[in-house]
């Protein structure tokens, strides 16, 4: 398979849209005070991409949370543990680092800034690492964002039992509105509470976005994944949050709103060729 190739994209332009996704998250109060992080791998290494002229700090042989060989000679960038999403757009440097990973990926060269506003990676790089290896992996994807949120409705739903399963959770999201099945035709894979940072959280979540672009860790929030850019991953969660809006306002309302039927969304995956197996 061949690698998709990323020489278009510029450090100043990926520094750009994590921090336009980061507002982006704010808005929707997903990533309240340091929750939230943010990933982007791409095929470029330092060089190529001037990391040190933005994040002139080099820490050779940093030790990774997993090993990621699949990654090795790619830059991974990410947000800072207990960094807040919505300051990156106005401090880059000090809130996002970036690793270019060593040959055998259990080390990387760790680029950081002197003001930078953390200590460590996020606590949850580990879970992100993992899924970009994964899809390097499997896919030879050149680009690729991964975003963890906590977008509060979509959390809501999955504090109820009675909608805490894929097939429940996704039918209650997706008759809201037409473009939502267009928009996630794989839906949501739901995983039941998990610690986060784990381990068992990592493998799960690794398993998941095989299959989706995003899953939801009961009780907590979400991870989602996209081939494009972080702003094409926050649009994902847009959608999905606000079929849980809906959902969540209707129960409010002692569920009086129809939604859109089964039958109607399956007259919109066919008008739409929506290859889908939710309906």
């Known amino acids: 398979m061949t690698t998709q190739k990323t020489t278009h994209l510029t450090l100043d332009r990926i520094l750009a849209r994590i921090g336009a996704a980061g507002l982006r998250l704010d808005h929707m109060n997903a990533v309240e005070a340091g929750a939230g992080n943010i990933s982007v791998s791409v095929t470029a290494d330092a060089g190529e991409l001037g990391l040190a002229e933005h994040l002139p700090q080099a820490h050779p042989g940093t030790k990774l949370p997993l090993s990621a060989p699949a990654l090795a000679g790619r830059t991974v960038f990410v947000t800072g543990s207990g960094c807040r999403l919505r300051d990156i757009a106005g401090a880059p440097e000090a809130n996002v680092s970036a690793f270019v990973i060593d040959d055998g990926g259990a080390t990387g060269t760790w680029y950081t800034h002197p003001k930078r506003e953390y200590l460590r990676p996020t606590s949850e790089f580990n879970s992100h690492l993992a899924v970009h290896n994964d899809q390097v992996e499997r896919r030879a994807v050149g680009f690729q964002s991964v975003i963890h949120a906590q977008p509060p409705y979509l959390v809501q739903l999955s504090h109820m039992r009675d909608i805490r399963s894929t097939k429940e959770l996704n039918r209650r999201i997706l008759r809201w509105e037409p473009e939502t099945i267009v928009q996630l035709p794989a839906g949501i894979e739901v995983l039941d509470f998990m610690v986060p940072g784990s381990q068992r959280l990592m493998e799960n979540t690794v398993k998941a976005l095989r299959d ?18 972080p702003l094409a991953a926050v649009d994902k969660v847009e959608y999905a949050e606000t079929g849980a809006m809906y959902e969540v306002r209707n129960l409010m309302t002692g569920g009086l709103g ?11 995956a066919r008008a739409f060729n929506v290859p889908t197996d939710l309906l």
């Open 212 to 229: 989706h672009v995003m899953v939801m860790w009961s009780k907590h929030g979400i991870m989602v994944r996209s081939d494009a850019d």
């Open 258 to 268: 129809e939604g859109v039927t089964t039958d109607e969304l399956r007259a919109v």
